[in-house]
Each structure stands twice: as structure tokens, then as C-alpha cells.
């Protein structure tokens, strides 16, 4: 399967649609290991694939950890790179083509709409991952039941 092969996901934004192809494997782990550095100590004991996946999605999604520019804005030029937009219908918009960062001025006044796209984007590339990673984390056992408290005797009567 080649670059021009990979599934690709449509989804209105603010009126527009966006189209996104999942990044490649090499952005994909730069991404998800520039994001998890930067969540830092919050998820610095990350002990499996599992939590560290789902670890990245929540960030990406929420970016709700303690936030770096310079993290910010390469996650935000590598989803630009598989991204573009429908400004009028049936002629797209590359959001990052070769140097030129396109989302930047496309965004301007729009932050709800960038973090919508940047957490659609996120959910293209590491929503497989994460499915994954849930589907083989071991569900807790559930508690065992308490035995019965026994009978009391019959009243005399």
C-alpha cells in the first residue's frame, strides 16, 4: 500500500470539510513521542503500550496537559502535511504544502475550529491505536461476592 493508497476521513468543521489520510509511520512516532514529552511528569510512569497510547490520544485531543509551542505547532504542521479543506465544493485546499504552512493563516480567528481539526486529525492516525490498546487492556475483575450471612435460628416461640 503507497502514500497516494492510505484511507483518508472527511468531516465538517465549521461549515468546511476536512479531509485527513493518517500520518506515516516515522511522523506518527514523532508526534506521539514529542506529545508524551511533553506531558511530562503527569505521565512520566507510563508502564505499557496501552497507557502510553491512550496517553498520547487524550493529549492530543484534550491538550489539556502543560502545553509547548514548539510541540504545538510541529503537531500541528505534521497533521497540515496529510490534511486539506473544501473551501468550495469539489476543490480542496492543502493546509501545508512543501514549506508553506497553509493552517496557519486558514485558522486565523477560528481556535475553535484549529482544535477540532487538530483532534479530528489526531483521531485519523492514533484512533486505530488507541482501539488496539483498549481492546487488549485487561478489564479489572470484578469484586468477588460476598458470602451469605447465615441464618439466623428459628425464635422459639
Known sequence: MGALDLP???????????????LAARKSLQV????LKMAGPGFGD???????ASAAGELLSGLAA????????????????VSAVELT????LALKAGDVSQWDEHFRGKPVEMFAWLKF??????GPLLAAAKAKTPTPPAPAASPAPP???????
Open 32 to 35: 506521539m513521542t514529542r506529545v
Open 121 to 126: 486529525a489526531a483521531e485519523v492516525s492514533f
Open 46 to 52: 507510563v508502564a505499557s503500550l496501552a497507557q502510553a
Open 89 to 92: 465544493p469539489g476543490k480542496g
Open 8 to 22: 483518508e476521513e472527511s468531516r465538517v468543521i465549521g461549515g468546511l470539510t476536512y479531509t485527513v489520510k493518517p
Open 66 to 81: 502543560s502545553l509547548d509551542e514548539g510541540v504545538l505547532l510541529f503537531v500541528a504542521d505534521a497533521f497540515a502535511e
Open 151 to 157: 441464618a439466623s435460628p428459628p425464635a422459639a416461640g
